[in-house]
């Protein structure tokens, strides 16, 4: 069966620090990865997405970067943390057209 | 642009309930419609939608699409304290785009 793991759960970060997420997907071959942010448990925004190995689409400009090194691995990074950048941080995966199944998230905290 | 609007924002009701929850859409090349309930971390797939006036059920909840009037309800009968979470709506178009949310309280 598939799995989806995200780390670090938790992160708190001083303003102008770098950031590194890792997501990892095991069980499927291909997948398209998303990472969303998530706001005071409201919606999700959809900051990138990819369909594959460094294929990356990006769907707001912000201080954050995605790479996807290898087929079922997908990291979000900054070179410098803005306080904006705190919240929840959620990756997910799917196959074309089928629901998304999502990490646990991390909770980003930006001091 | 794609737009999905969730209401209302924010329920509280007491066990034993019906709730009805409300998702519209206004999307490009419309495919499919979702809802996820999420408690304290990940968001967990509900259902699917892809055709109108085809009610899907899961126990307790169950949801269906209108594709003319473009919009999904989620209705939970017989509410728990379990059921205490945020529901989201997702479409599949061009864009993956989720609703804000309805925060649902079941109060005991």
């Known amino acids: 069966s598939q799995t989806i793991h995200q780390w670090p759960a938790t992160l708190v970060q001083p303003v102008g620090s770098p950031l590194s997420l890792e997501c990892t997907v095991e069980?499927?071959?291909?997948?398209?990865l998303y990472w969303y942010r998530q706001a005071a448990g409201r919606g999700l925004q959809l900051l990138f997405y990819?369909?594959?190995?460094?294929?990356i689409s990006s769907e707001v400009p912000q201080n954050l970067s995605a790479s996807r090194p290898q087929d079922r691995q997908f990291i979000l990074s900054s070179k410098k943390l803005l306080l904006s950048d705190s919240g929840f941080y959620l990756c997910?995966?799917?196959?074309?057209?089928?629901?998304?199944?999502f990490g646990n998230g991390t909770r980003l905290t930006v001091t | 642009e794609d737009k999905v609007v969730q209401s209302p924002l924010s329920l509280v009701v007491h066990e034993g309930d019906t709730v009805t929850l409300n998702c519209s859409y206004e999307?490009?090349?419309?495919?499919?419609l979702l809802w996820y309930k999420q408690e304290k971390k990940a968001p967990t797939f509900l259902f699917m939608l892809?055709?109108?006036?085809i009610e899907k059920k899961s126990g307790r909840l169950s949801s269906i699409l209108d594709k003319k009037e473009l919009f999904s309800i989620l209705n939970i009968t017989a509410t728990q304290t379990g059921d205490s979470a945020v529901y989201l709506c997702?479409?599949?178009?061009?864009?993956?785009?989720f609703g804000a949310g309805t925060i649902l309280r079941v109060k005991s």
């Open positions: 997910a995966w799917s196959v074309q057209y089928a629901p998304l199944h």
């Open positions: 069980g499927t071959s291909n997948p398209n």
């Open positions: 990819s369909v594959g190995i460094g294929q």
């Open positions: 999307v490009t090349n419309f495919r499919s």
């Open positions: 892809t055709s109108s006036g």
């Open positions: 997702m479409e599949y178009g061009n864009k993956l785009v």
